[in-house]
């Protein structure tokens, strides 16, 4: 059974910095795109940024390229996602995607389309004071 978890969530002011870690277990880690999504209120969830498997594209939403930056450690199962120069519209709850099967799409791919991933985590809130 796929497991995953996302923590480090928090409360910052804006301009500040954030990391978010995501561990997932049941699953061949190195064979698994995997993802960071979020969800603010009243918006539906959008893709942030993504990482593929295979070859290691990345890709990041518009909104978020050039502050935030994806990065997986293989030894460690984990994803993470660091976050600077947050601002006040980065407020949502960020979930953390994986694909128990690999496929062979690019980062964007998965972003643009969240049914490419069939597991989740339960989210982590982030709220960026202004």
């Known amino acids: 059974q796929v497991q995953v978890l996302e923590s480090g969530g928090g409360l910052v002011q804006a301009g500040g910095s954030l990391r978010l870690s995501c561990t997932a277990s049941g699953l061949t880690f190195d064979q698994s795109a995997m993802g960071w999504f979020r969800q603010a209120p009243g918006k539906e969830r959008e893709g942030v940024s993504c990482?593929?498997?295979?070859?290691?594209?990345?890709y990041y939403a518009d909104s978020v390229k050039g502050r935030f930056t994806i990065s997986r450690d293989s030894a460690k199962n984990t994803l993470y996602l660091h976050m600077n120069s947050l601002k006040p519209e980065d407020t949502a709850i960020y979930y953390c995607?994986?694909?128990?099967?690999?496929?062979?799409?690019?980062?964007?791919?998965?972003?643009?389309?969240?049914?490419?991933?069939?597991?989740w985590g339960q989210g982590t809130q982030v709220t960026v004071s202004s």
């Open positions: 995607a994986t694909e128990s099967s690999p496929q062979y799409y690019q980062a964007g791919y998965y972003c643009t389309r969240e049914t490419s991933f069939n597991n």
């Open positions: 990482i593929s498997w295979n070859d290691f594209t990345t």
